[in-house]
Structures are given as C-alpha cells and as structure tokens.
C-alpha cells in the first residue's frame, strides 16, 4: 500500500553528484511563459483570459524548476543545541542601555 523510504547514508561523491545534476537541469519556465504570450497574442481578443487562466500554469513550472535544482544535505546533530534563554525587551533594552553608558 505505502513504500517506506529509508535514509541511507551517502558518500560526498554523491552529493557532488547530485549537485552537479541538479546544476545541469535546464529551466523551462521560460519556454512556457513564451508559449503563454505566444498564444496570447495569437487569440486576439481573447488574448488576456489566455493570459489570465495560463499564468499559474507557468508559476507552477518556475517553482518546479526551482525545487529541481535544490538539493537538501540533513546532516546528523551529534550535540544538543544550547539551552535558549529567554529575554524579555525590556531586559535586552536595559541590557544595551548599560553597555551605551559604559562605552
């Protein structure tokens, strides 16, 4: 029913790999934004409702075409983050104020 991907642990040659495919890729979004205005123009009258309704379709390709050519390294967090501490505004602001006075 569902296929259950595992992570695997990869080599660096293969993120170089991976990164230089992902460079190559050609983007298509502006073959599909000439195709747009290309009909657009070809319609006539009706050359903005083309216009209109085939704009999110070459949003969509820009946005495919960006999320192609990104790749996503997770590396493992062998420590734990350091404690966050919180600071109120008016702390910070007398904080920066006493700093202001000593300089």
Known sequence: ???VV???PAQPSDVVQQSQRAAGRRPYWPFALAALLLAGLVTGRFGLVV???GLPGVLWVALR????RAVVVR???TSAPPPVRPC??????????RTQESA
């Open 1 to 3: 029913m569902h296929d």
């Open 6 to 8: 595992s992570l695997v």
């Open 51 to 53: 216009l209109a309704v």
């Open 65 to 68: 075409d960006r999320a192609a």
């Open 75 to 77: 590396t493992p967090s």
């Open 88 to 97: 109120s505004i008016p702390d910070g602001l007398r904080r920066a104020i």
